[in-house]
């Protein structure tokens, strides 16, 4: 069994002067929210596998917080550009090419609408649009993550902070 988990970035400050897209950070608000989903997903999962962050600070920022609820040293977290500036189908399909066989589990964090966009590819049944810090773990019946298609993935859990805190 191959489990993708997408995780969205918390809630980011607004847009400012001088701040790039990429440098915009979580408000409080935004860590809070974060840390606290992270921890009702590790009462579910206890092992997120391999985490792969969106290159913008405040994706970074998510799975900064997340692994340390997890016990994982952020020199584990692997940075792809790809995911902030065109995750679409064929891309994500290339980034789990990389993945080695041995992780059955990938944990993505980035953005929408890229996120609610790849989840309802690859779910049987539709999924709704991803919140800030929202969380759809998709779990494929597969052995390698090249078996992956399209609509083949049951939801084995969606989590939205405004249901589950």
């Known amino acids: 069994m191959k489990r993708i988990i997408f995780f969205r970035h918390g809630k980011a400050e607004d847009p400012l002067d001088g ?3 990429l440098e915009r950070s979580l408000t409080l608000k935004g ?17 997120p596998g391999m985490l792969i962050t969106s290159p913008a600070f405040r994706a970074y920022e998510t799975a900064f917080v997340f692994a340390g609820e997890y016990g994982i040293s952020a020199e584990k977290i692997k940075i792809c550009n790809n995911i ?10 290339d980034i789990l090419k990389l993945v080695d066989e041995k992780t059955d589990t990938v944990t993505l964090f980035g953005h929408n609408p890229s996120f609610t966009t790849l989840s309802g590819f690859f779910c049987k049944e539709s999924c709704d ?4 810090s929202g969380i759809v773990c998709l779990k494929f019946g597969v052995s390698t993550w090249s078996e992956i298609k399209p609509s083949s993935a049951d939801a084995e859990l969606i989590m939205k902070p405004k249901k589950v805190l």
């Open 19 to 21: 701040i790039s897209d």
């Open 31 to 47: 860590k809070v929210i974060t840390r606290q989903m992270a921890q009702k997903l590790k009462e579910k999962i206890k092992d």
């Open 84 to 93: 902030y500036f065109r995750l679409d189908e064929k891309t994500i399909m």
């Open 129 to 132: 649009v991803v919140p800030k």
